[in-house]
């Protein structure tokens, strides 16, 4: 299978949650790198809406992902 998109939040504390979407691979932009690597502890990542391909090129979409930064 391969990721063709999905959405990634992030909420911290204090601070308004941001979204991001990237729908044109299965790979964390840029931004999105930047913004686990300025995470504080505590910190909440939501990978949602995960949709993918199988080699009959079916789509179909993925469980989310829930990660606490410690």
């Given at each position: 299978m391969t990721i063709t998109s999905f959405e990634f939040s992030v909420y911290q504390k204090n601070m308004k949650p941001v979204v991001?979407?990237?729908s044109?691979?299965?790979?964390?932009?840029?931004?999105?790198?930047?913004r686990i690597s300025t995470c504080t502890t505590g910190s909440?990542?939501?990978?949602?809406?995960?949709?993918?391909?199988?080699?009959?090129?079916?789509?179909?979409?993925l469980?989310?992902?829930?990660?606490?930064i410690k």
């Open positions: 991001l979407r990237n044109k691979s299965g790979a964390f932009t840029e931004e999105m790198q930047t909440k990542v939501f990978i949602e809406y995960i949709k993918c391909v199988d080699k009959n090129n079916d789509s179909h979409f469980s989310p992902l829930s990660i606490t």
